[in-house]
């Protein structure tokens, strides 16, 4: 992954993340509400990824600050912005993957048509961070 838009691309690039990785956190409650009895085993993994998906929006927030007041002018701002960036899509493809486990080996799920809807839409939703990021990243 390469910034190529100019300067204000690791900017973009970073509130897209903010924004998608305050999402995916919700999302992780949202389906331990509309799946009452979801079975444990998932409960303890949406509440690991809560946990995770709250770090790297810390993360990214920290890092907004950073190129707000200082510009990306440096190289090692720009370069942990990347990093940053390249992490959040490798932990939204790996939060859909979990995702597509819930709806392919939960039983509770799996009776209840509504939370099986909201998951994949919410799975569209991480999949459309991804993508938008990527053709950001590409952008010449």
Known sequence: MQFSSGEQTPLRLLDEANFWKH???E???VIREIVPDLERKFVEELKE???SLTRTHSQVIQLTETLVRYGNTQPVVADQALRLISFSLEQSG???KFLFEILDL???VKKNPTAAAVIKHIIRESEYFIGITQT???QG
């Open 136 to 138: 950001i990243c590409s």
């Open 23 to 25: 999402q995916e956190y």
């Open 94 to 96: 790996r939060f859909v």
């Open 49 to 51: 990824w809560e946990r």
């Open 27 to 29: 999302h992780t409650n």
């Open 106 to 108: 939960s039983q509770a």
